[in-house]
């Protein structure tokens, strides 16, 4: 059974940081790409960040450019999002993603994580 579990998320004051990580267990993912995305209440689920299989590319949505780094260590089939400077802003439920890239470059996602919480206070 494929699960990917989210840990790392908390309460934490504006400008601080947490470091959120992704266990993938079930298969391999060493090959797949893998993505953070984002739901804050009242509003769609957005698309955060995500890493190639290899962690030579990377994207980041525009607002957490700067702030936010994504990282895997493929050796732990586990993926990290080291966020900085939070914001009140990037509150929200931070979901996993496991999934590939097109020919296009473009990625697609085929499993997901349950979420973790994290509020950022001003």
């Known amino acids: 059974q494929v699960q990917l579990v989210e840990s790392g998320g908390g309460l934490v004051q504006a400008g601080g940081s947490l470091r959120l990580s992704c266990a993938a267990s079930?298969?391999?993912?060493?090959?797949?790409?893998m993505g953070w995305f984002r739901q804050a209440p009242g509003k769609e689920r957005e698309f955060v960040a995500a890493i190639d299989w290899s962690g030579g590319i990377t994207n980041y949505v525009n607002s957490v450019k700067g702030r936010f780094t994504i990282s895997r260590d493929n050796a732990k089939n586990t993926v990290y999002l080291q966020m900085t400077d939070l914001e009140p802003e990037d509150t929200a439920v931070y979901y996993c993603?496991?999934?590939?890239?097109?020919?296009?470059?473009?990625?697609?996602?085929?499993?997901w994580g349950q979420g973790t919480q994290v509020t950022v206070s001003s």
């Open positions: 993603a496991a999934g590939g890239r097109s020919g296009t470059g473009s990625y697609y996602w085929k499993n």
């Open positions: 079930g298969r391999t993912f060493s090959r797949d790409a």
